[in-house]
């Protein structure tokens, strides 16, 4: 889904202005569920795995609605793999769809055993999307 917003300073009450903020309000409502896969790979491999994430384009493969590889400043040896969703339906869709199962197994050389990724979800109790 495309979301048009209205440019900074763009209070007015016009049709267009009011489409927009319509849309906004939509987008921000329907951000319903967020994941955060936390992945402890193997040592010294997490350059190898966030390389993997940017070639196989498993963000934009996706569907998630943004999607970010974080790596945690306290413990660079953790990357944290944040994706809001919008809907769980969204969420299912993606977790059993045939190219996370490959982008799975590409991924396997870089831990040590299955304990290596952990998913939390989480209900959207309140969203911004700021003006651009």
Not at 49 to 70: D, K, Q, W
Not at 86 to 110: I, K
């Amino acid at each position: 889904m495309v979301v048009t917003m209205p440019p900074l300073g763009m209070r007015d009450g016009s049709a267009r202005n009011s489409r927009c903020m319509k849309a906004r309000h939509a987008m921000i409502r329907c951000m319903e569920k967020m994941t955060m896969l936390t992945l402890r790979p193997s040592a010294g491999r997490v350059e190898e795995v966030i390389a993997y994430y940017r070639t196989a384009g498993i963000l934009e493969g996706s569907g998630a609605i943004t999607a970010h590889v974080l790596v945690a400043e306290d413990d660079p040896g953790t990357v944290v793999v944040a994706a809001l969703w919008a809907d769980p339906a969204a969420y299912a869709t993606w977790q059993n769809s045939p190219e996370r199962l490959e982008f799975g197994r590409g991924m396997a050389p870089f831990f040590d055993s299955a304990d290596g990724a952990h998913t939390r979800e989480f209900r959207v109790a309140h969203g911004n999307i700021p003006d651009p």
